[in-house]
């Protein structure tokens, strides 16, 4: 029983709560600001909106303020200063004007419904209604201050602390440091700000901001800024100081002209210098010698190269902050320029790349500029002239030009030659007659340069260039811009005709060509007819002197006879009505006996 009692308690009280909550929200739905946040200065509006179902003819609205003034709808009392209340009667409510909120307006704003007809109040379901919000009141930042003078005194590598202070905001200032006005970048260093009751009204704040840095040169003039703003006022108050930094000094000499032109000239020297404070004062030196001049310049009269080449000049100069600062420079002389390193020629394969140096020393040091010969455009600069690949168009000479000062000049020239794998020209049939001569011709064009070897051969003989051997002669020219070999031939016998080998080679490759020596056509065919009726004739004379020798072998004579018949093999004899040998072994045949004067008959 105790546990069901417990419960239904806590069902009991959870059920009044939310009757509770939901009654209070249809008797007030609305209690708030239009704007929960104002400035000092500005109006504020508080609504208190009631539900239609309220009949303030029977009921009272109560309005209760922070500084405990209290507003009752049934006897209308005048509302305090400064308030100004009306009803609406479209939204049921009560709108609160607040007029030109002071900090003292700032609170708790509520809003109550009670029944009851005099200034006390009648607690409806034992309990009064009420709903709330709170107005609260910014106060612009005023104007931040930096500590110290406007041209803030300081030294370069010294830390300093520069404090920004703005006395009174509501809320606290949002404070940052500014490299410079208006869109300044703002600083790396991180500074440290509090924020703190204002003394005199404690319901102000005090902002204090404090940048810790170390400043260089780069600072010295330079303004930073401080920054201020909150929520009350979006317009940045700004404030600045002026960095006076202090810094030993630098000093740099420079001459004009820089570079002595002449044997005898005059020379101005200026010490420039940066410092802070300023320089006064000067002292000048050549070599270890001081000089009596005090000031940033220094002119020197009777420059000669004999008497001042390479001597020291130095400036030296204090502010008395940190160490002396010097710097000195060299009289120095122009020198016309020079060459250490001349371009050399060379001979370059067609499609290979080609470099050229050349090198020149001067004062100042010289510039080096390429071009080539004929042509005043400056193909390159610099040390070495590359090209790659190189063409039969890059053949040609190529300047070095070594300039000083704009004024002396000097050149030094070289000549590449581009060449490609000999390519050969001849007439390929030569004619001649024996016993006279003949001169072949082969020749290749120069673009492909000079071959490293030109010649001919002959069956198992080579003929080179200026060789003269018996009847050889070889001669090489330039002819129609090619190179030519000629081979000349006295004498010719047959077996100097046929075949003839031209051949040539260089870096590239080489190439050969064949030129046949003949005899004329006509020539050839004479010789052959005459020959031919040689050998016919001597065919003749062989077969006739066989017969005969065979005829005189074969011959028999009769004893004791006045008429001898010669006997002749049957395949030999002559058939003396034809003209023709007898090769069948017939019965004509011819008496060589009585031929050959009846001389009597041996055995």
Known sequence: MDLEALLLVILLLLHQALCSRFNLEQVIPRASFERASVRKGEDALFVCQYGPMINFNRSQAIISFPHGGKYFSHITPAPPPGINITFDARR???????????????????????????????????????????????????????????????????????????????????????????????????????????????????????????????????????????????????????????????????????????????????????????LRSFRWFIDDTRLNETSSKLELHGVSKATHK???????????????????????????????????????????????????????????????????????????????PARYTDTGVYVCRAIVHNTYTAESAARVDVFGRPSLLAERTKYSRVGGMATLQCSVSTRVTNPLRFFWTHHDQTFEEGQFLDKYLVEKKVLNESWTLLLTILDLKEENFGDYNCTAYNMAGDSTVTVALMQPQEEQAEFSLMMLGLCVAGALLLVTTTILASAVCYCKAGKGETEQKCDMPPSYRVDMSSGHTNMSGGQDYVDMEGMMGGGGGGG
């Open 92 to 278: 049921n409510a009560f709108v609160v004007r607040v007029l030109a909120v002071e900090l003292e307006d700032a609170g708790k704003y509520s809003c109550y419904y009670a029944l009851g007809g005099d200034d006390k109040v009648t607690l409806i379901d034992s309990e009064t209604r009420e709903r709330s919000d709170t107005l609260t009141v910014m106060v612009p930042t005023s104007p931040p201050k930096i500590d110290g003078p406007y041209l803030h005194p300081v030294r370069a590598g010294q830390q300093v602390n520069l404090t920004c202070t703005v006395l009174t905001s509501l809320p606290g200032a949002s404070v940052t440091w500014l490299d410079g006005a208006g869109d300044g970048h703002q600083l790396r260093q991180r500074p440290v700000t509090t924020h703190t009751p204002y003394p005199k009204a404690p319901e102000l704040i005090t902002s204090t901001s404090v940048l810790t840095l170390t400043p260089s040169r780069e600072h010295d003039r330079k303004e930073i800024f401080c920054r201020a703003i909150n929520d009350a006022d979006l317009t940045p108050k700004n404030a600045s100081v002026v960095l006076d930094v202090r810094y030993e000094p630098t000093v740099r000499v420079s001459m004009w002209p820089s570079l002595v032109d002449s044997e005898v000239s005059k020379v101005t020297l200026t010490c420039s210098w940066d410092a802070n404070p300023a």
């Open 310 to 388: 390479d001597k020291v000049v130095r400036c030296e100069a204090s502010n008395g902050i940190g160490d002396t600062a010097s710097d000195f420079t060299t009289l120095q002389f122009v020198e016309k320029p020079e060459f250490v390193e001349e371009p050399a020629g060379q001979s370059v394969v067609l499609g290979d790349a080609f470099e050229l140096h050349c090198a020149a020393k001067g004062v100042p040091e010289p510039r080096i500029e390429w071009k080539r010969q004929g042509y005043d455009k400056v193909i390159a600069t610099g040390r070495t002239l590359s090209v790659h």
